[in-house]
C-alpha cells in the first residue's frame, strides 16, 4: 500500500511538472507551435513565439512573434497586410499605418516564414524583452487589412 501511495505521489509531482512546463510555453495567443491565426481566400496566416538571443551583451532573450504565410492556391500571390501586436497598454499597428504594413509574394502552393535570423521583412516583431522588467504586457497579434492579389 506505501508503495502505490509513492507511486500516485510521484505521478502527481510528474503531471503538475509537465503541466506548469506547457503553460509556460504560452505568450499571449502564441505558442511555441505554428496556429492559424486568420485564412482568407487560400491564404493562411500561421503565428507563434521564440526566444531569440539578440546580442552576445544581451543575458537573456527576447520574445518575438513570427509569422508564417502559406499560399494554398495554384498561382503566385502578393499578399498585403497589417501585422499588429496588441498589450494591455495598447497597441502597435491597430491603426492600420504603414510601420506594421508589410506586402510579400507567395508562390503558388508555398509558404514563407523566418526565424531568429531575421531574413523577411514583415515577418517577425519584438513582443517581450527578457532583460526589462516593466514594459507593456503583451496579450495576442492578429493580422488586418488584409489584401490579396
Known sequence: MKKLKLNRAVLMFLFLMSSGFFMAQSLGNLTYEWKLVQE??????????QECK???????PFDIAFLKIVN???KDVQVAYNFVTEYTEGCNGCD????THFTQTIPANGSIEDDC??????MAHSVR?????????????????????
Open 117 to 122: 535570423n531575421f531574413t523577411q521583412q514583415g
Open 72 to 74: 494554398n492556391t495554384n
Open 54 to 60: 539578440m546580442s552576445e551583451q544581451s543575458p537573456k
Open 129 to 149: 524583452n527578457q532583460n526589462f522588467k516593466g514594459g507593456w504586457n503583451f496579450e495576442k497579434v492578429s493580422i488586418t487589412n488584409v489584401k490579396i492579389d
Open 96 to 99: 492600420g499605418g504603414d510601420e
Open 40 to 49: 482568407t481566400d487560400g491564404v493562411q496566416f500561421f503565428a507563434k513565439y
